[in-house]
C-alpha cells in the first residue's frame, strides 16, 4: 500500500529565507509524486509533480522538489520566502495502477514572519 | 475557461440527514473524483467516476454513493449523516488526454457542518 509522510506539521521560516518541506512515501510500484498547496477557504492548487521524467522538478511559484529514490523522499524547497507563501502544503502519491487516486500526507503549515 | 466549481459552497445538516453536494469539471475533463478533508487533516480519496460508472473507491462506508451525469457533472450523496462526517468535501477533474489520470485540478470545496 502506498503512504505518504510529512514531517513537521508547522514550519515557521523569516521572509526571505530558505522553505524546506520534507515528504517521505512508500510505494511498491514506481510513484508519481505531487506537492498541492491550500490556501485558507480554498481547494488544492498543483505545485508541481514527479512523473518519472526528470528528478528535479520545477514548478510554480519559484518552488521546487527532487525525487530521491534511494531515501523515498520528495522534498520542496524554495529559495526565498515570501510572505504569500504562508499555507497548508501537502505532498500526495499515485501510480498509473491507481488511475489518478491520490493518497495525501497529513499537511505542513508554513507560516513566514516578517 | 472555469476551472472546477462545487456547490453549494457550505451546509449544514443535522445528524440522519441526507445531503447531495454537486460537482461540474473543469472543461475537457471527463474523471471526476471526490475526497473528504476533515480539519486539520490531508484530503481521503473517497471515489472516483469515469463514463458515468465508480472505477475507483476509497474506505468510505455505503453510506457515501455518487453519479456522473453525460456531461460528466457530478454528484456527493450522504445518507444517515454522522457528526464525524464534518469536512471539506473536494471535487477534482482530470484530463481527458491524460491516461493515467494523474493530474487532478480541484474544486473551492464544499464544507459540511452536521450539527
Known amino acids: 500500500a502506498q503512504s505518504v509522510t510529512q514531517l513537521g506539521s508547522h514550519v515557521s521560516v523569516s521572509e526571505g529565507a530558505l522553505v524546506l518541506l520534507r515528504c517521505n512515501y512508500s510505494?511498491?510500484?514506481?510513484?508519481?509524486l505531487f506537492w498541492y498547496v491550500q490556501y485558507p477557504n480554498q481547494g488544492l492548487q498543483l505545485l508541481l509533480k514527479?512523473?518519472?521524467?526528470?528528478?528535479l522538478v520545477k514548478g510554480i511559484n519559484g518552488f521546487e522538489a527532487e525525487f530521491k529514490k534511494s531515501e523515498t523522499s520528495f522534498h520542496l524547497t524554495k529559495p526565498s520566502a515570501h510572505m504569500s507563501d504562508a499555507a497548508e502544503y501537502f505532498c500526495?502519491?499515485?501510480?498509473?495502477?491507481?488511475?489518478?487516486?491520490?493518497?495525501f500526507g497529513q499537511g505542513t503549515e508554513l507560516s513566514v514572519k516578517p | 475557461d472555469a476551472g472546477v466549481t462545487q456547490s453549494p459552497t457550505h451546509l449544514i445538516k443535522t445528524r440522519g440527514q441526507q445531503v447531495t453536494l454537486r460537482c461540474s469539471p473543469k472543461?475537457?475533463?471527463?474523471?471526476v473524483s471526490w475526497y473528504q478533508q476533515a480539519l486539520g487533516q490531508g484530503p481521503q480519496f473517497i471515489f472516483q467516476?469515469?463514463?458515468?460508472?465508480?472505477?475507483q473507491r476509497g474506505n468510505f462506508p455505503d453510506r457515501f454513493s455518487g453519479h456522473q451525469f453525460p456531461n460528466y457533472s457530478s454528484e456527493l450523496n450522504v445518507n444517515a449523516l454522522l457528526l464525524g462526517d464534518s469536512a471539506l468535501y473536494l471535487c477534482?477533474?482530470?484530463?481527458?488526454?491524460?491516461?493515467?489520470?494523474?493530474?487532478?485540478?480541484f474544486g473551492p470545496g464544499t464544507r459540511l457542518t452536521v450539527l
Open positions: 477534482a477533474s482530470s484530463p481527458r488526454d491524460d491516461p493515467t489520470y494523474n493530474e487532478q485540478f
Open positions: 510505494s511498491s510500484v514506481p510513484p508519481y
Open positions: 514527479y512523473t518519472s521524467a526528470a528528478t
Open positions: 500526495a502519491v499515485s501510480d498509473a495502477n491507481q488511475g489518478g487516486k491520490l493518497i
Open positions: 472543461s475537457g475533463h471527463d474523471t
Open positions: 467516476y469515469y463514463e458515468e460508472e465508480e472505477r
